[in-house]
């Protein structure tokens, strides 16, 4: 209490008043408005009241007594021959942080708009990447339908309905393609499992892929299988990303699965903004499907 009676009644040195009790403490003060608000403070109405805590505080009271006690102490006598330029300074100091306590309430006054209290789902890019495909259990429990597109996280739920619904023995496939990896994970999963798979509508790249991970693999009468080269959908290249390894991996798989060699020499010529779809026939003789379904 001592030394804020001091510095009030202008007893403390003007440099001292000047440089600690104004500067120093406006500094550390402006600086510390910043945990009152947001994301310090996610609540609004918490952060409205520990605002106007602050404001009233240090602005309503703390400030006040910073520039009455450094007037004081400006209008003290001194035999200083440069106190006439120090007392200069104050006044300008003052100045200052007068604009920097009015823009430090601005922007408090900003970060509480409702706005900036628009908590944003924590969950909407896991919803959304779930929304790019569906897996959908027949009525009978032994197929599941996956359809839409092969999205990060696919494989793992189809794991998941699988795990859960132990009398499923094959999987209808449909879809636009997606990622690589999903697809070859899918298609890993399906062989583990020695499920079957079964295509009615058009199913293409890492769709396909998946497809051939089928113990049996069925095609139907409106069912269409594409393929074409991979291809990074990114403005910028990874240099460390190997498309043709990429290819070549699934190659080995689909030799493992007993496709015709002269089927794997066609089936990354196709550049990737175009797809190749092989007729019925064409598939059912390089091995790619097994039956050609009459529906």
């Keep these: 209490m001592f030394y804020i009676r001091s510095h009030w009644r202008g007893n403390q040195s003007l440099l001292w008043s000047l440089g600690v009790n104004l500067i120093l403490v406006r500094i550390v003060i402006i600086y510390s408005d910043k945990f009152t608000l947001p994301p310090y403070v996610p609540d609004r109405d918490d952060a409205i009241l520990l605002s106007a805590l602050f404001a009233l505080t240090c602005h309503g009271m703390i400030y006040p007594w910073q520039v009455v006690g450094l007037i004081r102490a400006s209008e003290r006598p001194t035999a200083s021959i440069y106190s006439s330029v120090w007392i200069w300074c104050s006044y300008i100091a003052i100045t200052v942080t007068v604009v920097f306590t009015l823009l430090s309430l601005f922007n408090a ?111 139907g009468l409106q069912g269409k299988l ?36 002269s ?21 059912l003789a390089a091995g790619v499907v097994h039956y050609i379904a009459n529906h």
């Design 226 to 261: 594409g393929f074409h080269q991979y291809a990074l959908e990114l403005r910028f290249p990874l240099p460390l990303f190997d498309l043709k390894g990429e290819q070549e991996k699934d190659l080995a798989f689909y030799r493992r699965q007993k496709i015709s060699e």
């Design 263 to 283: 089927f794997l020499s066609r089936i990354f010529k196709t550049p990737h903004e175009k797809i190749w779809f092989p007729d019925s026939r064409e598939l």
């Design 109 to 219: 006054y900003q970060s509480l708009s409702v706005d900036k209290f628009n908590v944003e789902d924590p969950l909407a890019l896991e919803k959304a990447r779930r929304g790019q495909y569906s897996l959908v259990l027949s009525a009978d429990g032994t197929r599941i339908q996956v359809s839409g597109i092969m999205a990060l996280g696919m494989t793992e739920d189809l794991t998941t309905m699988l795990d859960q619904n132990p009398k499923v023995t094959g999987i209808d496939l449909r879809g636009e393609g997606g990622y690589v990896y999903e697809g070859r994970a899918a298609a890993h999963l399906i062989r583990n499992r020695g499920l079957t798979t079964y295509v009615s509508a058009i199913c293409k790249s890492a769709c396909a892929t998946a497809f051939i991970g089928g113990r049996e693999r069925t095609i």
